[in-house]
């Protein structure tokens, strides 16, 4: 069983920074693929970043260059470095690690954290 805990969410003006942790208890290892996903109320979950193995990384076109998705694998933390924020990153925001073991794939998600953007 895996756990992930999201913090680092907060209250930030237009053009601020904030870096979201996410913690994972359990078996993770680090070629396993984490990533990042956002939701405001009434729309559709939207991945953010992911991570794979090597520390390859992708990133949704509205977050590219301004995100920073990175892991820590003796930690078993996932960070999210957003700069340059703006009032349309608002969302709450959720770890996600998708894992492949012998007995098959598992998904486990965090409880979220709000991060709200002020103009």
């Known amino acids: 069983q895996v756990q992930l805990v999201e913090s680092g969410g907060g209250l930030v003006q237009t053009g601020g920074s904030l870096r979201l942790s996410c913690v994972a208890s359990?078996?993770?290892?680090?070629?396993?693929?984490m990533a990042w996903y956002r939701q405001v109320l009434g729309k559709q979950r939207e991945l953010v970043a992911r991570?794979?193995?090597?520390?390859?990384?992708n990133y949704a076109d509205s977050v590219k260059g301004r995100f920073t998705v990175s892991r820590d694998n003796a930690k078993n933390t996932v960070y999210l470095q957003m700069n340059s924020l703006k009032p349309e990153d608002t969302a709450v925001y959720y770890c996600?690690?998708?894992?492949?073991?012998?007995?098959?794939?598992?998904?486990?998600w965090g409880q979220g954290t709000q991060v709200t953007v002020s103009s």
């Open positions: 359990g078996s993770i290892f680090s070629n396993d693929a």
């Open positions: 991570i794979t193995s090597g520390d390859n990384a």
């Open positions: 996600f690690a998708d894992l492949w073991r012998a007995s098959g794939r598992t998904n486990y």
